[in-house]
């Protein structure tokens, strides 16, 4: 770590626009100055879930301002870099963000630096923990559910991923079938806490297989069925949100416990950090769940505060610092930002599966997530 280094971070990948102003100190020290972002919950909730073209329009109208805001909060400083997602996500989205990023770099003369939404997330909790290399990470949101050894800055390595549909996805969608809203998660933990989560008996996909990798198709099935056919009353309701979150919750649980002991197996360390990222990360049950199962393996569980577990820029702002900082220094290359190309799909892991294709489930989404 040699110099100090100020990263304007663009996040607009999904649903949410967001602005951040970073910096990292010559010693090391992280300081968000600003972090501004702008949730369009709204304007999705009466379809129940994200559209598209709703959240690209909602992107171009707000990202001048939020720009606007997140500098003039940052105060008087002097940026070295822009960092934005350059996916995976919406791709819509994903170019609404990237481009007022290359036209703000372009008119500042600034280097540009492309970030995969993912690994936002997966050094997110570095904004505010000192959490060193390698660490576990369980990542848990609307779009992913993966569980990755985080080597260093640039270097991942996967080691499941969901089968079929993320874990904030299941909650999303069961929330839909029972009424509670969008976005689900929020919803269903709330009404689970007067529910009797042994009431209803629901699958619980691949615990105890060899592998680290989670499906919640079967769930979310069974789950609609039961709502349809025996969730008559309030009480009914919580019943069902209790025994969805308990599925949820063992299954993030058994995979968890599976990927740790691969991870202590394969690195030397002693006291290693669990991770846990992403919007679902924000579920109490889950996460003393996840912290009781760390203690048990001999990890130290790390939750980033839970407005740097949801989509944010100061993540995004922190990966592209990350990335300035290991290369030493930042190559002015004009035309290579300008050419940096919007992703829809973007694996995290995409250099280490391109030597080594490790990994054959990949679901119906293919290798997005
Ligand atoms: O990371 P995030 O903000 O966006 C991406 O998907 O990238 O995660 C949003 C997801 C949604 O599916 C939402 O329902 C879920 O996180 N979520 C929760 C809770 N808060 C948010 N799921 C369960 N319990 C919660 N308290
Ligand atoms: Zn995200």
């Known amino acids: 770590m040699t110099q100090s280094l100020t990263v304007l971070g663009i996040e607009s990948s999904c649903d949410e626009t967001a602005v951040a102003v970073v910096r990292r100190d010559a010693a090391g020290k992280v300081e968000v100055l600003s972090s501004v972002i702008h949730s369009q919950v709204v304007a999705h909730a009466q379809y129940g879930g994200v559209v598209p073209e709703i959240a690209a329009r909602s992107h171009v109208e707000t990202i001048d301002s939020l720009a606007v805001r997140a500098l003039l909060e940052a105060g008087d400083v002097t940026l070295d870099a822009v960092a934005a997602t350059a996916g995976p996500g919406l791709i819509g989205g994903v170019m609404v963000g990237l481009s007022f990023a290359k036209g703000f ?3 500042r003369d600034l280097p540009l630096i492309p970030v995969n939404h993912l690994e936002g997330h997966a050094l997110s ?9 390698p660490f576990l990470l369980l990542l848990v949101s609307g779009g992913h559910c993966q569980l990755l050894s985080v080597k260093d800055v640039g270097d991942y390595e ?4 969901t089968i079929d549909d993320a874990a904030g996805e299941a909650f999303d969608k069961i929330a839909k ?4 809203g969008y976005p689900g998660g929020p919803a269903l933990e709330a009404c689970a806490k007067t529910g009797d989560a042994t009431r209803f008996t629901l699958p619980r996909a691949l615990l105890g297989r060899k592998d680290c990798d989670f499906s919640f198709s079967g769930l979310k099935t069974a789950a609609a069925k039961v709502a349809h056919e025996e969730v008559k009353t309030e009480q009914d309701r919580a019943d069902l949100c209790a025994s969805v979150q ?3 919750t063992r299954q993030l649980i058994d995979r968890s416990d599976r990927a740790m002991k691969a991870f202590i197996e394969q690195n030397s360390v002693t006291a290693p950090d669990f991770v846990v990222a992403g919007g679902v990360a924000a579920n109490a049950a889950i996460r003393n769940a996840l912290k009781e199962t760390s203690a048990k393996n001999g990890f130290t569980f790390v939750a980033p505060p839970l407005k740097y577990c949801t989509d944010n820029a100061a993540m995004i702002a922190l990966a592209g610092l990350e990335h300035y900082q290991k290369q030493g220094t930042m ?5 290579a930002d300008m050419a940096a190309l919007a992703r829809p799909r973007w694996p995290l892991d995409e250099a280490r599966s391109k030597s080594a294709p490790i990994h054959k489930s990949q679901g119906r989404k293919g290798a997005k997530a």
């Open 331 to 335: 190559p002015r290359d004009v035309h």
């Open 246 to 248: 308990t599925a949820i």
């Open 177 to 180: 079938v029972l009424g509670l």
């Open 158 to 161: 996967r080691l499941g991923t």
């Open 105 to 107: 770099a372009l008119a």
């Open 125 to 133: 909790a570095r904004l505010t923990e000192d959490v060193s290399f």
